[in-house]
């Protein structure tokens, strides 16, 4: 063989093998590659000051990977890049949803079954975080319900404490708690799995606040001036479960709410209506206490936002 036909083979040769190399992965790799990442995952985030609860659903719509994520406050919200490239996830909150100069990249690889990530605080500090695999919470039957006890006695704070010391405490008045508004959270000391629960709400014009079921799950409490859409208005699973319909406002009046909860599912009923039908709530919502959605929780009482809201009559029945 002449040289110039042997160089010529090697070129080519070389070209081919390079080419063999580069081929995509087949499908049934790019799918077993993602797999293990899909789903719902409760995040913890690890920041020097305290740990955040966080909530990320990982989907593949059409070979195109997708994300939703609830961060540190707010709602559930998509965003904007995700990947899984040589078995690692990153996916990328944007800076205008985090409140920071720039945005937030989150990196995670699969230890076991959790994520274990790191991210970066609004100042750079390393922010550690990791992943666990969203509990189902199926239930087996239907629960037979106990008889309702008080978790409010009308006189005083018995069985509830502010999350941090401030000056506008909240107070009994007249049989009612009261929330002056600006000031601690107002948490219950008696965790709960499943219940039946019944609260009256006097909510006064462009109040807001939130009754955190399980500590975790936020059901809005609002009667600002600016609509909301059904996501957002009373009664509501803040970003994540809609009322089926928006009843009349009623500043300044006591509403009744019946909420039943088991496992991932909520009925609330308002005012005798069925705004909520046995609907699943898919994670937390912003401001939960933590992440840890297999374990009984604690309600609380938003008490940060506006004044003025008051609660009475709050009744609970547990499973047999």
């Known amino acids: 063989m002449k040289l110039e036909n042997l160089s010529h083979f090697v070129v080519v040769f070389l070209v081919l093998a390079a080419l063999s190399h580069a081929q995509p992965a087949s499908p049934a790799k790019h799918e077993a590659s993602i797999r293990p990442f899909l789903g719902r995952w409760d995040l913890t985030l690890k920041a020097p000051d305290r740990e955040y609860p966080s909530w990320l659903e990982v989907t593949e719509e059409q070979g195109q990977l997708k994300a ?12 904007p890049k995700v990947e899984i490239v040589a078995e690692e996830l990153t996916f990328v909150s944007p800076k205008e949803a985090e409140d920071r100069k720039d945005d937030m990249v ?12 790191k991210t970066t605080g609004p100042d750079g500090t390393p922010w550690p975080w990791t992943g666990e695999r969203a509990p189902a919470l199926k239930r087996a039957g239907t629960p037979k319900w106990g008889r309702p006890v008080t978790l409010f006695n009308g006189k005083d704070l018995s069985g509830w404490k502010p999350d ?13 708690l009261v929330s002056p508004g600006h000031g601690p959270e ?8 499943d219940f039946k629960l019944h ?11 939130g009754l955190y079921l399980r500590g975790r ?3 809005q409490v609002e009667y600002e001036k600016t609509p909301e859409d059904k996501f957002h208005s009373m009664g509501a699973i803040y970003g994540m479960v809609p009322v089926a319909m928006e009843l009349p406002k009623t500043p300044g009046q006591w509403d009744t709410f019946d909420i039943t909860f088991v ?12 705004i909520i039908d046995n609907q699943e709530i898919a994670g937390i919502t912003g401001g939960a206490i933590d992440a840890n959605e297999g374990e009984p929780g604690v309600f609380y009482i938003q008490g940060d936002h506006t004044g003025g ?3 009475r009559n709050i009744m609970i029945s547990v499973p047999k």
């Open 164 to 176: 941090k010391e401030n000056a506008n405490a909240w107070k009994v008045e007249n049989g009612t």
């Open 217 to 219: 799950y936020e059901m």
């Open 186 to 193: 107002l948490i219950a000391t008696r965790p709960f799995g």
């Open 263 to 274: 496992g991932r599912n909520v009925t609330i009923v308002r005012n005798g209506k069925k």
């Open 199 to 209: 609260i009256e709400v006097n909510c006064p014009q462009n109040g807001n606040s």
């Open 106 to 117: 989150f990196e995670a690889k699969l230890v076991g079954s959790r994520l274990v990530g």
């Open 68 to 79: 939703q994520m609830v961060g540190r406050w707010g709602n559930a919200r998509p965003l």
């Open 309 to 311: 809201i008051r609660y």
